[in-house]
């Protein structure tokens, strides 16, 4: 059984169709990408998942339990984390505030603690900066800062929302590498979105390709990456 | 400059913040005249109403245009408690709280589905209707002739009538008011509030439900409010609904967003300039108004972050003086 299970998954934003019935798994330990152009639906599919968009039809089942109609908190304490575009990070409130803030739904002080430690760990530039307002880092430090406050919600399924948006490749770089190192040494099962096709299949095992709200083409990202119409469309190679 | 005052308070407020209270305890040894006494009055319960709007609008992000109406409603509810239940004033006090915390409720539930502009409309509509249930009730409210002989507050047998008594009484509430508000911002509930704030949606994805802290930060904002508006009517023993209008509301906007929205002690510092400057500037007969308005035009245009922090807490930053970051700045 696959940790996350999607079937035939459909949103409408009013009329105007989102998803139009799309359906994948992620399995356990798996790192998975969804890659496409803008306005495919891939936002919208890990907002239809956390549970922030309302979905018209299909289903979602994460861990073998139904989430389909679960209210947004309660699917965070089932264990799925998301990452905003956009690092959606507090910018009034400190760094430190802002990873508790993760733990938001936890009462485990003891474990909590243990978890400060382990973001601490993976991003050494938010012990730095703890003290410091959100809204004054820098644009990888905020990525950091909300990949950081996802993980705090120790997490069994972390959602990505395309984290090179608005980075240095350099910076871009560094954060899929600590995506890896996330999903490698700490077995965390990871469904990243991204538009930056490149390091998307770099990072993940397996990769979807969403078109217009279709899921056009799923497989393996290193049999991907030499399929002759990935490296044309999407990595940006020629012949 | 400014800055540097913050940074002064901050690094030295074991000895600021006893200096202050103690300024406040002892003004009424100095001032003796009730002109002034009534202006400190007045000082304390915009003080009041600024902090339970900035609550709302600095703090969780809600723009409301009818912060008044909370004001007079409880007004009008402790009024009518002593008035026609006689009941006690402290317990007044709480009731009329709790009433208008329940008001608070009603609109904090449009408030859900609406955001910024129609929000704020829908806001500017509910002072409106609240004013005009208070000019067209005759029966409860005796209209635009108002509530006279609202009974002073009574502790063990002895009455509070002289201004400085009042005073004292005002300062207390005011204290409890800052007080509460320093501790609920900085508590995980004042957290969750401002993260409704900042991005709703980032909010929702780590689990908090931003309804519930919406309506809470009406429900806490309005009972603050109506607190005080007791608290008034008590004090000028009168009150008709000229009191509770439109413009009350936007005053008290205005010492919120003059003084820094999503900051306390600008909220504080507002109220107290916007009570006290137009009183300075009497003697300037019918120029009064033109002036402060082009004092504020300015204040706009030079500290449009307000008297008193850019909205942030900058506490944060002073612990790390030395690594102030620029803003904006990227890697």
């Known amino acids: 059984m696959a940790l996350l299970e999607i079937k035939d998954l459909q949103v409408k934003y009013g009329v105007i169709p989102a998803l139009k019935g799309i359906s994948f798994e992620v399995e356990l330990g798996e790192a998975v990408a969804i890659i496409g152009a803008n306005g495919a639906g891939k936002t919208t599919t890990l907002h239809a998942i956390s549970g922030i968009a309302d979905k018209c039809g299909g289903q979602v089942f994460f861990n073998g339990e139904d989430i389909t109609k679960m209210p947004a908190h309660k699917i965070v304490s089932r264990g799925i984390s998301q ?32 978890d400060y430690e382990f973001v601490y760990e993976v991003f050494p530039r938010l012990l730095e900066r703890q003290k410091q307002m959100a809204g004054t880092l820098s644009g990888g430090e905020q990525q950091m800062l909300a990949i950081g406050r996802s993980l705090m919600a120790r997490p069994k399924l972390l959602l990505l929302d395309e984290p090179s948006m608005g980075l240095s490749p350099l910076i871009t770089e560094n954060i899929f590498k600590t995506i890896k190192k996330l999903n490698k040494e700490r077995q965390m099962t990871i469904l990243v979105v991204e538009q930056n096709a490149q390091m998307a299949l770099w990072v993940s095992h397996r990769t979807y390709i969403m078109e217009t709200g279709n899921i056009v083409y799923g497989g393996a990202s290193k049999e991907l990456k030499n399929q002759d119409f990935i490296r044309k469309s999407y990595l940006g190679q020629k012949d | 400059m400014n800055r540097k005052i913050q940074q002064f308070v901050f690094e030295h407020k074991k000895v600021v913040i006893p200096i202050a209270a103690l300024i406040f305890l002892g003004l009424p040894f100095f001032v003796t005249n009730s002109y002034f006494l009534h202006i400190l009055i007045m000082v304390c ?25 909370f004001y007079g409603i409880g007004a009008y509810a402790g009024a009518l408690l002593m008035l026609k239940l006689h009941v006690n004033f402290f317990a007044a006090l709480l009731l009329s709280a709790a009433i208008t915390g329940f008001f608070g409720f009603l609109l904090g539930m449009p408030a859900l589905r609406l955001r910024g502009d129609y929000l704020a409309i829908v806001t500017l509509g509910f002072g409106e209707i609240v004013r005009l249930v208070f000019v067209n009730w005759k029966g409860l409210t005796r209209g635009p002739a108002g509530l006279p002989g609202i ?40 957290m969750a509030m401002q993260t409704v ?16 802290y919406k309506i809470m930060a009406f429900v806490i904002s309005s009972a603050f409010a109506g607190m005080i508006g007791c608290f008034f009517a008590s004090y000028l023993s009168y009150i008709s609904p000229t009191a509770f209008v439109y413009n009350t509301s936007m005053t008290i906007l205005t010492m919120v967003v003059l003084g820094g929205l999503g900051s306390i002690m600008g909220s504080v510092l507002g109220a107290s300039i916007l009570v006290i400057v137009p009183e300075m500037l009497r003697f300037l007969n019918d120029y009064r108004m033109l002036i402060f308005g082009a004092l504020m035009v300015f204040m706009m245009i030079f500290k449009p972050e307000g008297f008193w922090g850019a909205g942030k807490r900058r506490r944060n930053i002073y612990k790390i003086n030395s690594e102030v970051p620029d803003h904006g700045s990227n890697s």
């Open chain 2, 151 to 190: 009974p002073s507050p009574q502790i063990f047998g002895f009455a509070i009538s002289g201004r400085t008594e009042f005073y004292y009484l005002a300062l207390i509430l005011a204290l409890f008011t800052i007080f509460f508000m320093v501790k609920l911002i900085n508590s995980g509930v004042g």
């Open chain 2, 197 to 212: 704030k900042n991005d709703e949606i980032a909010a929702e994805a780590i689990g908090i439900q931003p309804r519930k």
């Open chain 2, 45 to 69: 319960i915009y003080i009041c109403l600024a902090l339970s709007l900035n609550l709302v609008t600095g703090y969780a992000g809600q723009l409301v245009l009818g912060h008044a109406a």
């Open chain 1, 83 to 114: 990452v905003q575009e956009g690092r959606g990070v507090f910018p009034n409130l400190s760094v430190a505030e802002n990873l508790s803030l993760g733990a938001y739904l936890r009462n485990d002080k003891a474990e909590i603690a243990k």
